[in-house]
């Protein structure tokens, strides 16, 4: 017996026409809801409605891939009885995600992925920087509105006995069309066309469509099992490999990660007044560089960062992934922190952004390093106009760690300050000072104003910190390079290299090492390093120093990667030698000394205290006012009673969770 509701006047409106053909013919008319939505999504995602027609005729199957993907989703509402509601709901679903990934491209460069999804809640707290307060404002309402929808639409949606029957085998059908066409996409491009294209993620939404591309990068995760993998092959391989170097010296070797550096000297048709990176070039032309391969474009910071710790290429892991989000959550891997460590060194990380973001607080720990200092455990920082922190506040606190104890150090430092949005934070003003000139946009030409004047900034940093090094007169590597290019819109031909996945390096020491220029991939820069210091290192480094350049070279690798993170680690002899370590964060522990209350202020005194630390009264965390690193205080109504347990909390910047605290202080 089927149930009649009255619906508010709005529903019944949006909803009136489309009724009686759903009702007459409703498995037809939700495939049809299928190609439109495929169509819809394709033309957002290229920001263009004729691209999204184009993309129809040019590849065909593809399109169905994508459209059985979809119709398999709508096809499971027809097995509920509130039909009317659950349809429209998972059409709204795709309709979102196609927005979001129309919106994500005004930003960056690389399309929305689902492992976009995984890192939210850090986005969300760095989502003021690209879009103003307005736009906020309206997605806030937007949402409300959807949230206060779809709360109407299942009150007041009529209900009707499914048939299971003709419903089931509707899901199946639409099932199996998309997995034909998903393996037509399979067969017809081949193993090599696929790992080819999926290696430039902007190349396979193009190619494939976001659908496909969304789906495969949920599911396809991990490295997969080579075709000959088995103990005797990594036996053979393992066996084929020299024993590591032992070095005669020990320098401290500090390894820089720069957001969005690049020198723009490399781009056409652009003209200004002052080199932007002049240190940088200096190091460039009296010691080793080159260019680097690095995994991404204008975004995915942790992909180069993931190739340049741990030696692996991307290129075997799943589309879009981001190993940081994966499998480093629960496994331990080798790295170049790792292989400094079996020679004595203290592994240090540093970061002027939030710890947690990319859950680097989590997945430090899994790449070996025995500190890791984020923003939140750091004072006396200046920020640029859009709100990133400047980069200068790096050279005190990698000085820091490098005084912190006799051993030698490895230190990897990642930069912020050259983050986008370049858009904001400048006007034509400076613009003209600079003398800048690129393209025929004013907008664009302020926009790399903006870029120019971040550069200048780092550049200096760069400078500051190669002096500090000079003057401490201990042997020291420095290792500079470029994470990926900024997110501007600038293609391949428009690059003097001609290769919009390359960034450049630069090897700085004060040992008297030879230079030598060579381009490198972001996985071969750090075994390079070691190379260049006459340091063996672990299976992968010597893998990279011995074997690059070889015919079987990226297969080795691949299985390789495989047996260290999913395999059965024969290369170690069947168990995993590395685990996370006892990751402290930031240099010196938080130290609660003294706490006293007076006309309702709790006043706290100790070591150790930056603006994101929070005093708690037992497990209460109360508003707490920073005043200096050994001072903050906190309104509290009345003093704790006795014996109660105080302490000082570092709450992530980002607010996502709490990174330290104090040993308790008892009242």
Known sequence: MQTQTKEPNFLRRMTGRLRPAFSAHPYLSTAALALVLELALEMLGRHSPLQGVVFLFAHPVHFLANAGIIMTTLAVSHLFKRRNFFLPFFAGLWLLLGLAN????????????????AILPSAVSIIGIYIDAWMIALLAALLLACV???VSALIHSD????DYKRAGAFVLASACLAAACYGATLLGDGREKRKEVYSNIMDAYDRYGFVYC?????LDRGVDEPEFYSQADVDRLVDSLEPGAVPEERPDVIMIQLESFFDVAHLDDVSYDEDPIPVFRELKENYSSGFLTVPSVGAGTANTEFEVLSGMSLDFFGMGEYPYMTVLQEEACETVATDLKDLGYKAHAVHNNTGTFYMRNVVFSQLGFDTFTPIEFMNGIEYNPIGWAKDEILTGEIMKALESSDEPHFVFAITVQGHGKYQRGIDSAEAESLNITWADDEEDQDALAYYLSQLRET???????????????????LVLYGDHLPNFDIGSDQLEN?????????IWDNMGLPAEDKDLEAYQLSAHVLEKLGIGGGILTRYHQQMAGSPDYETGLQLLEYDTLYGDFYCYGGTNPYTASDLRMGLDPIVVRDASWSDGVLTVTGDGFTAWSRVAVGEDELDTVFVDEHTVTAELDEPPEAETPLTVRQRAANKSGVLGESEPYYW
Not at 104 to 112: A, D, E, G, K
Not at 459 to 477: M, N, S, T, Y
């Open 148 to 150: 206060g929808w779809i």
């Open 159 to 162: 209900k009707r006995a499914p």
């Open 498 to 506: 001609g290769d919009i996945f390359q960034t450049e390096y630069v």
């Open 459 to 477: 550049d200096a940093f760069i400078g500051a910190l190669r002096d500090a090094l000079e003057q401490r007169g201990r042997p020291a590597v």
């Open 102 to 117: 129309a919106v994500v491209q005004c930003f960056r460069s690389t399309p929305l992925g689902a492992v976009d999804l």
């Open 214 to 218: 969304f789906c495969t990068g949920a």
